[in-house]
């Protein structure tokens, strides 16, 4: 397979392509991003995704081209590399100013850069995670996909000393998400999810999960969980786009449905199973 990354108008090999030491997206982490599923040549739930992009874009101030603009990018990148399944990693900064300054010295052409890797996950095999409870130590706007991700890489590198695989996130307590993916709850029967304030990023699996039930007439609560609250829960898993649904089966030391995957996680990656398939058939 041919592994051509775009950058600013070029299709480049990945070592060939350079961005400015002045870029802000290098200087500050001025840039957003987005991570889309490919399936059998389809991205997955893609207008979803760039409205999320719009939705950053706007938060930090940046004019973007119109949406189907990285409509095309995105077919593009997937014809031009003849990828099967994948996943596209988007992303926009400011662009390369003369020099470092906070503030843009002048009017910038945004930056922006795209690629498509293979998955490292395999969906016929659940395989249920461990995971680590931790204080939320990033900024207040977690709901915008920002490239600035010093706060999550810290604490997936304090989750790997503790053997976990990714964190469970909480704020004086009150749940929030992972360091790169959503959290469900499964109690009595109940599917509940923290809510999408500006403290999680509204994930588009979260989002398409929260469909799914519903459409399987699950009771689904957008509501606040608390860490008090786990020891109730009958099962937990996570979602996010690089790895779909993924059962839960260890928080700190609590194990949940005796390690393995439950029966509501269970009926939820079946759905979303078939969701992929009817969306890559049309
Ligand atoms: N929260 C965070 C902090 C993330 O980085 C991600 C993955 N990008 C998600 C949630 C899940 O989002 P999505 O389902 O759109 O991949």
Redesign the pocket.
């Known amino acids: 397979m041919a592994n051509l990354v775009y950058l600013n108008g070029d299709w480049l090999a990945a070592s060939s392509a350079k961005v400015s030491v002045n870029d802000r997206g290098f200087l500050f982490a001025d840039g957003i991003y987005e ?1 889309i599923p490919v399936y059998q040549r389809r991205p997955f739930l893609l207008n979803l ?1 760039l409205e ?1 992009l719009q939705r950053s874009a706007q938060a930090i101030g940046l004019a973007i081209a119109p949406l189907a603009s990285y409509q095309s990018l995105v077919t593009e990148l997937i014809d031009v590399n003849d990828s099967v399944d994948g996943l596209v990693y988007l992303q926009l900064t400011f662009g390369a100013d003369s020099h470092r300054n906070h503030l843009p010295s002048q009017p910038l052409t945004p930056t922006c850069y795209a690629s498509i890797s293979p998955f490292n996950v395999r969906w016929d095999i659940p395989t249920p995670v461990k995971v680590a409870t931790m204080e939320d130590i990033r900024w207040l706007r ?1 709901d915008i ?1 920002s490239t600035s991700l010093l706060g ?1 890489v810290m604490l997936k590198r304090a989750c790997q000393q503790q053997h976990a695989d990714e964190p469970l996130l909480h704020r004086n307590g009150r749940i929030t ?6 959290y469900f709850f499964v109690k009595q029967g109940r599917l509940l999810t923290p809510p999408a304030d500006h403290l ?2 509204a ?4 989002t398409w999960v929260i469909e799914l039930a519903q459409q399987l007439a699950m009771d689904v609560s957008e509501t606040p969980v608390f860490l008090d609250d786990l020891m109730t829960m009958d099962e937990v898993f996570l ?4 790895r779909e649904i993924q059962p839960v089966a260890q928080i700190d030391d609590i194990i949940f449905h005796q390690g393995q995957c439950g029966p509501v996680t269970a009926q939820l990656i079946q759905a979303f199973h078939t969701s992929k398939r009817h969306l890559i058939q049309e």
Do not use: D, F, P, Q
């Open positions: 991570v995704h999320r977690c996909k999550n998400e992972g360091a790169s993916c959503n999680i990023l994930g588009i699996t979260r979602t996010s786009s690089s």
